[in-house]
């Protein structure tokens, strides 16, 4: 809801209404996006992201590297059971706050997601299976889901925010980030709880 900054009277909702119908002031109505075009957005960057991670998983690994891979992870899986869940989220919540930086987050997000794919086609050279059975097992795992949804939300709201600054509405939208940004974070949570318990009791 918006307000005449002159005479304060409550303004109609139409869209691209330049003068107040009251006092004739001049209005610049702050840019804000809409759910539908947020709902767009974030359903063309989770493909995205699924495209990034295919690409990797395609990629050629030789095998110095897949083995070098395969040790970072084991670390990782060590790291996990010994300290416990708060690796896996801290991890991923690091990930996810570098995506909802404007500009360079959506960069970083594909970036983050293609070398997923990488440690996947890694893991599948060394143990001679196919790559894409291997990626298509990942997303029989909830979490992962869970996973890719808060990064396209994070990488969604990234672009959202660049563009808010072109449109000079930027404060606006640090509000729509803060939501976004929590529910990333109840979502990482619970993922990390699922994969955690996955890690413990089914590998
Ligand atoms: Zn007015």
Redesign the pocket.
């Known amino acids: 809801m918006s307000y ?1 900054p ?2 304060g ?1 409550k303004l109609p909702k139409e869209e691209g209404i330049k003068f ?1 119908p ?2 004739g ?1 001049l209005i610049h109505l702050a840019w804000s996006c809409s759910l539908r075009t947020r709902v767009i957005v974030f359903l063309a960057v989770l493909f995205l992201c699924f495209i990034s991670t295919i690409l990797g998983t395609l990629a050629r690994v030789n095998l110095t590297e897949a083995l070098r891979i395969e040790r970072d992870v084991e670390n990782l899986r060590t790291a996990i059971r010994v300290v416990g869940v708060q690796v896996i989220f801290g991890n991923n919540f690091m990930y996810t706050m570098i995506m909802f930086v404007p500009v360079i987050g959506p960069g970083w997000g594909f970036f983050i997601l293609y070398n997923t794919g990488r440690v996947i086609a890694a893991i599948a050279a060394i143990n001679r299976v196919n790559p894409i059975f291997l990626l298509s097992l990942l997303f029989l795992q909830m979490h992962a889901w869970m996973e890719y949804v808060s990064y396209s939300l994070a990488i969604s709201e990234s672009l959202i925010l660049t563009y808010s600054i072109i449109k000079r509405s930027f404060k606006n939208e640090l509000k729509n980030m803060s939501v976004i940004l929590t529910i990333c974070s109840i979502i990482l949570l619970l993922a990390a709880i699922i994969e955690f318990a996955a890690i413990l009791y089914l590998i």
Do not use: P, T, Y
Request: charged share 10%; hydrophobic share 10%; net charge positive.
């Open positions: 005449c002159k005479c009277i107040c009251n006092c002031s």
